[in-house]
């Protein structure tokens, strides 16, 4: 893999609270999912990435740009799209007064190019039917779908996205998937999810972040395979297992030491991620 990012040493810190700790990366072309509990350090990560937040130490190279130097910053900006966690639209816009503005902010200053491009962005997300709608008067999907649109504008080389599938619909994840797996195709897509589905089913590369570090770089596969031998089922509940659900067939599933009565399952994505972060010991603590 020859990297588009590259991250070595990052830190940053919120007073005394180290939230990324000399975290190193790597990541290429296609798309790459980032997991991680709530407050391991994701959207801080993402933030930097899209230079709307400076780290303290450690050195980031994307697209072979440097983001702490301010020429190559704004180099690195125009060649970027950014779905924040949070994007806070103005609501009296409407979908298509907002997509152009920020389309103006990427200094795209040709006209008719720059209203072709805002109704492309806006049917590539499914919202052209929505163009005169007011930004208030959309569905929380429906503005994530807006985010998307936005961070598409003049086909970025480098996507960065922040929950991007939050409170979609199975119909309009679906669609994003497709979307993102494309766009993934000729691009770097770095996403943060907590949808271990969409790593499944989008993603060729797989960090888990915890704490502000990288406890895993693989593949979505590697990272299923970390719970081998690892997954059981059982007819009962398990004894001794202190993190246990019932499945859709009534039977139980439980991933650590091997219960009684407990016949192997194939590990999945979820299983290998809740081992490594050590779900199962927290669990029993
Ligand atoms: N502006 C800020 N000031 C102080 N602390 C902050 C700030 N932003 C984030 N933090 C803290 O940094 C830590 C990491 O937050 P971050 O939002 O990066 O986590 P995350 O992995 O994206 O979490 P989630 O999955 O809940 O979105 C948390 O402890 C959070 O409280």
């Given at each position: 893999m020859?990297?588009?990012?590259?991250?070595?040493?990052?830190?940053?810190?919120?007073?005394?609270?180290?939230?990324l700790?000399?975290?190193?990366?790597?990541?290429?072309?296609?798309v790459?999912?980032?997991l991680g509990?709530n407050?391991?350090?994701?959207?801080?990560?993402?933030?930097?990435?899209?230079?709307?937040?400076?780290?303290?130490r450690?050195?980031?190279?994307?697209?072979g740009?440097d983001?702490a130097?301010r020429?190559?910053?704004?180099?690195l900006?125009?060649?970027?799209?950014?779905?924040?966690?949070?994007?806070?639209?103005?609501?009296?816009?409407?979908?298509?007064?907002?997509?152009d503005?920020?389309?103006?902010?990427?200094?795209m200053?040709?006209?008719?190019?720059?209203h072709?491009?805002?109704?492309?962005?806006?049917?590539?997300v499914?919202?052209?039917?929505?163009?005169?709608?007011?930004?208030?008067?959309?569905?929380?999907?429906?503005?994530?779908?807006?985010?998307l649109a936005?961070?598409?504008i003049?086909?970025?080389?480098?996507?960065?996205l922040?929950e991007p599938?939050?409170?979609?619909?199975?119909g309009?994840?679906?669609?994003?998937?497709a979307?993102i797996?494309r766009?993934?195709?000729?691009r770097?897509?770095?996403?943060s999810?907590?949808?271990?589905e969409?790593?499944?089913?989008?993603?060729?590369?797989?960090?888990?972040?915890?704490?502000?570090?990288?406890?895993?770089?693989?593949?979505?596969?590697?990272?299923?395979?970390?719970?081998a031998?690892?997954v059981?089922?059982c007819q009962d509940?398990?004894?001794?297992?202190?993190?246990?659900?019932r499945?859709?067939?009534?039977?139980?599933?439980?991933?650590?030491?091997?219960p009684?009565?407990?016949?192997?399952?194939?590990p999945?994505?979820e299983?290998?991620?809740?081992l490594?972060?050590?779900?199962?010991?927290?669990?029993?603590?």
């Amino acid at each position: 893999m020859n990297p588009s990012v590259t991250v070595r040493g990052l830190t940053k810190r919120y007073g005394r609270t180290v939230v990324l700790d000399g975290l190193d990366l790597d990541f290429g072309r296609g798309v790459t999912g980032l997991l991680g509990p709530n407050g391991a350090g994701k959207t801080t990560l993402l933030r930097g990435l899209a230079t709307t937040l400076a780290f303290d130490r450690g050195r980031v190279r994307a697209l072979g740009l440097d983001p702490a130097d301010r020429e190559q910053r704004t180099r690195l900006r125009r060649r970027l799209g950014y779905l924040p966690q949070d994007p806070g639209f103005y609501p009296h816009f409407t979908l298509v007064e907002l997509v152009d503005y920020m389309a103006i902010l990427k200094e795209m200053t040709d006209r008719r190019a720059r209203h072709r491009e805002v109704r492309r962005v806006l049917e590539e997300v499914g919202l052209s039917d929505r163009a005169t709608t007011k930004v208030r008067k959309l569905s929380g999907g429906m503005k994530r779908r807006l985010a998307l649109a936005q961070a598409l504008i003049g086909e970025p080389d480098l996507l960065i996205l922040d929950e991007p599938t939050a409170g979609l619909d199975p119909g309009q994840r679906l669609r994003f998937r497709a979307l993102i797996s494309r766009l993934g195709e000729s691009r770097t897509v770095l996403l943060s999810t907590h949808q271990t589905e969409d790593v499944a089913a989008l993603c060729e590369r797989v960090i888990v972040l915890s704490q502000g570090r990288a406890v895993f770089q693989g593949s979505p596969g590697q990272l299923a395979g970390a719970a081998a031998g690892q997954v059981w089922i059982c007819q009962d509940p398990p004894e001794g297992s202190a993190l246990f659900w019932r499945a859709a067939d009534g039977r139980y599933r439980t991933v650590g030491p091997r219960p009684r009565g407990g016949t192997p399952a194939d590990p999945t994505i979820e299983d290998g991620y809740l081992l490594l972060l050590g779900e199962p010991a927290r669990a029993a603590a």
